[in-house]
């Protein structure tokens, strides 16, 4: 399998097949990381950097735990703390990590289009790890990965993504993602954070979560991100958890196989009902983690393949 | 000095709305005699045209030339090499400096620089407000006396409506042209896109086109308040074209301008997050260009612009919202201007009444026009010769121009500012 992609910056520019090879590529991995050894060697002699000017703890963790298990020597930068406090541009920042020969960076970054400019400046595969309320491809991979492990398949599914739509590169990136494998998707939330402009890309856009939750097959969650807020979206979030959060009688209106999903971190009380997101009958929240580092460790691989071959 | 007799020449009378093949002859400065066929035959020295095309020189209202303050990106020097260069004969420069031009001390500052280096006209234009800041009002009548020829904070809104009504007030008893940012500062404050589909995609903070519509209307009311002289600076969106045309139908004072970047690009330009499309404010839909460009056709909007920003490498390499703002147009206001003409929206008497005609009416100025007594300001262009811009080729000191790489058809042959040879193609 060639994967015709120098970087992952975005769902943006995959074709079907190449989200496919991803996946099934996935696949493998995520049976021998069910076994005892959980070692390869497909990147043994690369270097992956991990540079997020973002906190992280599950992605990055994820990441690293996925480079690891392919024999890469892995090395965290938490770029909040370090140069770029000094006054260094990213672009100065990138050359000087790419002097020392990275294979593989993986990155997050505040501010939208900063992983695109990062990766025309280096010579090694660039992995988007988030960046602004632009992208975030593997987190669209491996809910896929989730979503068709747990349906069968990845097409001809009504999905609903709830909430925080505004503020999400996921929700962008399973957009774009379940868009083209074909599936009916429904956004649901409060006007201010479900802007009509997302109705241009095909979905169907519902402010009663009651309505759009009926006969879904998939609910995905996503998190109130307070911290990309400057000025009241929602009233309070009482309010919100009343009209928005995910509890049993909301998902009621659902198909009665429907899955529950959330790209974490959680805030129960917020969006989701505690109880809910623990019921293993429902939530695959824990399993979307699992699927995480396997696609974390497909998307590297594939992506190492070419640089071997440039070498 | 100086009798030239231009022959062979396709006249662009902006006044007129015409163009024919004829003559035009320059004494002293002046156009003394222009007419249709072959000259009369003169003692002056003749200028054989070959068929090109003479026009006004375009006055060019809102170029920012960065002295005082950041002199690596523009200085009087080279902004007057550029606008020589790109047939702009005079440049109205703007106060957003740093400091900014807000005393009579700054502006002769400025005013003796531009004399010194620039073989083009230069008119400063000087704050509205101290600082740009919207608190207090500047000494607007020490700054005409000084040679400011309208007032304005540029980009900056001045947000509190009670300093805005008095400075307008004032302005008005003192003969002065205002020209503002029409924009509702707090609902666009942040933006690096406008609202629509494509700021989705690319998770740009984006602002509604709304907001250019609820500051021009804001600033609508407070011109019936005060009756004051209104200029926007730039009209870009299909919205805000009826409050304008409302504004003009009941004989206010206002008029508007837009830049050419608006005219000639849209948000999708754009793409990957080239910040060298960054401009303020953003660039708009197709459906929005579209509008600009009928409203240019029929009067609605009388001037386009370059709004010249030069930018530094460093200042655009970076993050797109985080990246500066502004594209330098000087050299390419008139090939950009020229699409519209190939594109058989615009004739050329349209776009010099735009770029040459109304500014130079808004401002008083006796310029921009083909007639007997004007000053010899002129510019001769082949409107047909196809080019690749390389934007290294630009005489600005910086060369963050969106057209890099492009086609572009048409080039300025020579340039005359009061009858002298200030650029001719080599």
């Known amino acids: ?311 | 000095m100086s009798n030239i007799t231009f022959t062979n020449a396709r006249l662009i009378d902006p006044e007129q709305g015409t163009e024919s093949i004829g003559w035009l002859q320059v004494s002293d400065g002046r156009i003394v005699d222009l007419g249709a066929g072959d000259a009369p035959a003169s003692g002056a020295e003749a200028i054989d045209c070959g068929g090109q095309c003479l026009a006004p020189g375009i006055v060019d209202i809102g170029v920012k030339v960065c002295e005082p303050g950041e002199r690596h990106k523009e200085s009087y020097k080279s902004a007057g090499l550029a606008a020589a260069a790109g047939g702009v004969t005079t440049i109205v420069t703007r106060p957003d400096t740093t400091p900014a031009i807000d005393t009579p001390e700054s502006l002769e500052f400025v005013t003796r620089r531009a004399q010194a280096d620039t073989p083009v006209n230069v008119l400063p234009m000087a704050a509205l407000t101290k600082g740009r800041e919207g608190r207090e009002m500047t000494e607007i009548g020490f700054l005409q006396d000084a040679g400011a020829v309208a007032f304005t904070d540029c980009d900056h809104v001045v947000a509190n409506t009670k300093v805005f009504s008095r400075a307008l007030t004032y302005a008005r008893a003192c003969g002065a042209l205002v020209i503002a940012h029409p924009q509702e500062p707090i609902l666009s404050n942040g933006a690096a896109a406008t609202s629509g589909k494509f700021a989705v995609l690319r998770g740009l903070p984006a602002v509604s086109p709304m907001a250019e519509r609820m500051g021009l209307d804001r600033d609508i009311a407070l011109l019936e308040m005060t009756g004051a002289a209104y200029h926007a600076d730039q009209i870009t969106t299909a919205r805000a074209l009826p409050a304008l045309e409302r504004a003009k139908r009941n004989g206010l004072d206002i008029t508007a301008g837009t830049s050419i970047h608006h005219l000639t690009l849209n948000e999708l330009d754009v793409a990957d997050y080239r910040t060298f499309f960054k401009v303020k404010p953003p660039l708009r839909s197709e459906d929005d260009r579209q509008a600009g460009i009928e409203a240019v056709r029929t009067g609605l909007i009388d001037t386009i612009s370059s709004m010249h920003t030069p930018q530094d490498e460093e200042s655009k390499r970076l993050p797109f919202e985080e990246a500066a703002s502004g594209a330098v147009a000087l050299e390419t206001l008139l090939p950009a201007a020229l699409r519209l003409y190939h594109a058989g929206q615009l004739d050329l008497p349209t776009l010099f009444r735009a770029m040459s005609l109304n500014p130079a009416n808004r401002l008083g100025l006796n310029s921009g026009r083909l007639s007997e007594g004007a000053p010899a300001d002129l510019v001769l262009f082949d409107p047909d010769v196809p080019f690749v811009l390389d934007r290294f080729s630009l005489k600005s000191k910086s060369q963050n121009t969106p057209f890099d790489g492009q086609r572009m058809q048409g080039k300025v042959t020579a340039t005359f500012v009061a009858g002298q040879e200030v650029y001719r193609r080599p």
């Open chain 1, 1 to 311: 399998m060639r994967f015709a992609h120098r970087h992952l910056l975005g769902i943006e520019h995959l074709s079907q097949s190449d989200i496919t090879a991803i996946l099934d590529l996935a696949e493998k991995y995520v049976d021998m990381n069910r076994q005892s050894t959980k070692h390869s060697d497909v990147l043994s002699g690369l270097t992956q950097i991990n540079m997020f000017f973002e906190n992280s703890t599950r992605t990055q963790a994820s990441f690293e735990i996925a480079g690891k298990r392919l024999g890469a020597d892995v090395m965290n930068m938490a770029m909040q703390a370090s140069s770029i406090k000094k006054g260094e541009t990213l672009i100065d920042t990138a050359m000087t990590l790419n002097a020392m020969h990275p294979d593989l960076l993986v990155v997050r970054h505040p501010h939208s289009g900063a992983v695109d400019l990062l990766a025309q400046k280096v010579n090694c595969a660039v992995l988007n790890a988030g960046d602004g309320k632009h992208e975030h491809p593997t987190q669209a991979l491996l809910d896929a990965l989730t979503i068709r492990r747990a349906k069968g398949r990845l097409h001809r599914l009504n999905i609903a993504i709830c909430g925080d739509v505004a503020h999400s590169r996921v929700a962008r990136s399973n957009l774009i993602l379940l868009g083209k494998m074909e599936n009916r998707i429904r956004l649901i939330g409060p006007p201010t954070l479900v802007p009509g402009q997302f109705a241009e890309f095909g979905a169907e856009i519902y402010d009663d979560m009651n309505e759009g939750l009926k006969d879904v097959d998939v609910v995905m969650m996503l998190r109130l991100q307070k911290e990309r807020m400057d000025g009241g979206f929602i009233p309070s979030e009482r309010e919100y958890y009343h009209r928005y959060g995910l509890d049993g009688a909301k998902l009621a209106q659902a198909k009665p196989d429907a899955i529950v999903m959330h790209p974490g971190p959680m805030n129960r009380g917020v969006e989701i009902d505690g109880t809910l997101a623990d019921d293993i009958n429902r939530s695959v929240i824990q399993e979307q983690v699992e699927m995480g580092v396997a696609v974390r460790m497909a998307a590297m691989d594939l992506l190492a393949r070419n640089l071997s071959e440039a070498a």
